[in-house]
């Protein structure tokens, strides 16, 4: 059972536009959210996070929002740029396990 | 800044083979974790080691061992590797107990023949 979902696997957006990334997930004891970016061949590399007590965090052109009663959160990039193209991951973790649970990943593309 | 260190980017190896995959950390983590990552199936978690001898299964470790001797060094053993193993092997490391984010190292982009 999936307890953390990306439904879209792959996004498109152009240059200096929004982009905006989503994230479900069904267990309402997380405690804290991550995002993660993956280029190809290199590992993820921590983005930003958000505690469940929170609702949004900003760090200069992301800002992840959570919704709670809808178990959902989103990563928004804006302005958008070439360089943000990769495959995005959400994590969800809990403060009683060191443990992640990963999504399936979002492929971004922004182009000129 | 954390340095997790994976010994190989690239490997190929043949059905049977046992194969030996090791990380190698330099922040002094207490945890380390093993994870494949397969197109559509994101990252899934193998073994992860919160501490010296101690081991703990992930979500799918059905033909995986792990060793942590060391604090720093984590291995993944496949003991007989299949050719469903042919995957793309992530290591990481965390301090215990915190909300510090998991890093990770490049890769192992494994393929089993």
């Known amino acids: 059972d999936q307890q953390v979902k990306q439904n879209s696997p792959s996004l498109s957006v152009q240059e200096g536009r929004i982009s905006i990334l989503n994230c479900d997930y069904t267990?309402?004891?997380?405690?804290?959210f991550l995002w993660y970016k993956k280029y190809p061949a290199e590992g993820p590399t921590f983005l930003i996070s958000i505690s469940s007590i929170k609702d949004k965090n900003e760090d200069g052109r992301f800002t992840v929002f959570l919704n709670k009663s809808a178990k959902h959160l989103s990563l928004h990039i804006v302005p958008s740029q070439p360089g943000d193209s990769a495959v995005y991951f959400c994590?969800?973790?809990?403060?009683?396990?060191?443990?992640?649970?990963f999504g399936t990943g979002t492929r971004l593309q922004v182009f000129p | 800044d954390v340095k997790v260190t994976q010994s190989s980017r690239y490997l190929v190896k043949r059905t049977g083979e046992k194969v030996f995959l090791e990380c190698v950390q330099d922040m002094d983590h207490e945890n380390m974790f093993w994870y494949r990552q397969d197109p559509g199936l994101g990252l899934r978690l193998i073994y992860f080691s919160y501490d010296v001898k101690m081991k703990e299964k992930g979500d799918i470790p059905e033909g995986y061992s792990v060793s942590r001797e060391k604090k720093e060094r984590f291995s993944l053993i496949l003991e007989s590797a299949s050719t469903n193993q042919t995957s793309m092997y992530l290591c990481a490391s965390s301090d215990r107990a915190t909300t510090q984010p998991q890093h990770f190292g490049d890769g192992t982009r494994l393929s089993i023949l």
């Open positions: 994590a969800s973790g809990s403060y009683n396990t060191d443990k992640l649970i």
């Open positions: 267990n309402s004891m997380f405690d804290y």
